[in-house]
């Protein structure tokens, strides 16, 4: 009994500096943003309880509603983008398909080891409407007058971000997809060969259901990161022009520290969390449903 008694205390002590942590630094804050969200701020001051009409003006706003809408493009190249492409690239340097996998590696991983800023910057220089890209086209087909105006197009404008995100990140996934390939017993995958499986088979029939864990567990870093997304996004383009690429964090940062109204920014964070929660449960869901369904 004493000895049960000890190892408890002894859980309960492992586990405390943890919980405190995540009360500080989760919880809490988010406490107080939910406080702060009923209420209205001027000039650095409160003005008082306005009760829900934050969240009932955010709602109603335009400029949200459009950040909302191309954080969902996020979303969606994150998911059925960088994942599948990571998968891809990972199988094809899995099975040594192209010679210098190593090399192959590097360059592939390289893009998240800089920083978001100066991948930014970078980009800038290409799709500018006098980059690089401008440049080519002009000299491919000899109009001298040719200007790239894709982020003038409201519904264009994101083209450009979609795409770095999409070079930018895939790496990420590529190699935890390898690493986690290199786990697969080789003699399955040979035993598939002798018995005439072509790649496509192995890959959805061997690869894809070893790698279920770890799908889904990218796909929660990638809708969560698609949510929060701002610094490469704000160096891109800052939001503009006429908010076509604004999306839900940098809505947040300009009411909450350029418009100094805490309370509405207060909201926007709560909308977020409640976002991401929603949709992490609905994967949660749908991966619960097929793991029933293949045990």
């Known amino acids: 009994m004493l000895e049960s ?29 939910g406080v702060l969200s009923l209420t209205r701020w001027k000039n650095y001051q409160m003005q008082g309880f306005v009760g829900l009409a934050n969240y009932g003006k955010i709602l109603t706003d335009a400029s949200f509603l459009k950040a909302l809408g191309n954080n969902g493009q996020i979303v969606l190249i994150s998911v059925f983008g960088q994942i599948p492409l990571g998968i891809l690239l990972a199988y094809v340097l899995f099975r040594k398909f192209v010679k210098g996998v190593k090399f192959f590696e ?26 690089v890209y401008t440049a080519l086209v002009r000299s491919i087909s000899g109009n001298p007058d040719y200007v790239m105006r894709i982020s003038e197009s409201p519904y264009f404008a994101m083209i450009p971000i979609l ?26 995958l040979e035993a598939a060969r002798i018995d005439g499986a072509k790649e496509g088979t192995i890959l959805i029939k061997i690869v894809l259901p070893a790698l279920a864990n770890v799908i889904f ?34 809505y947040l940062y300009k009411h909450t520290f350029t418009y100094n109204n805490y309370g509405y920014g207060s909201a926007v ?27």
């Not at 996934?173 to 017993?185: D, E, G, H, S, T």
């Not at 990161?225 to 999306?247: C, E, H, Q, R």
């Not at 909308?271 to 029933?292: D, E, M, N």
């Open 217 to 250: 567990t990218s796909s929660i870093f990638a809708i969560s990161g698609s949510l929060k997304s701002f610094d490469l996004i704000f160096a891109m383009t800052g939001g503009g022009p006429v908010d076509y690429t604004n999306v839900m964090s940098i």
């Open 163 to 188: 795409f770095v995100l999409l070079w930018m990140h895939t790496s990420l996934y590529m190699v935890m997809f390898l690493a986690n390939m290199q786990r697969i017993p080789k003699s399955s």
């Open 269 to 295: 964070s709560l909308i977020i969390v409640a976002l991401s929660v929603g949709l992490i449960s609905f994967g949660r869901g749908i991966y619960g449903h097929f793991q029933k369904k293949f045990d």
């Open 106 to 131: 590097m360059m592939i991983f390289l893009p998240i080891t800089i920083s978001s800023v100066v991948v930014a910057l970078l980009w800038n220089r290409i799709f500018s409407p006098v980059g």
């Open 5 to 33: 008694r000890h190892k408890k205390f002894s859980y309960y002590a492992l586990l405390l500096p943890a919980l405190i942590l995540f009360l500080f630094v989760i919880v809490f804050p988010i406490g107080m943003s």
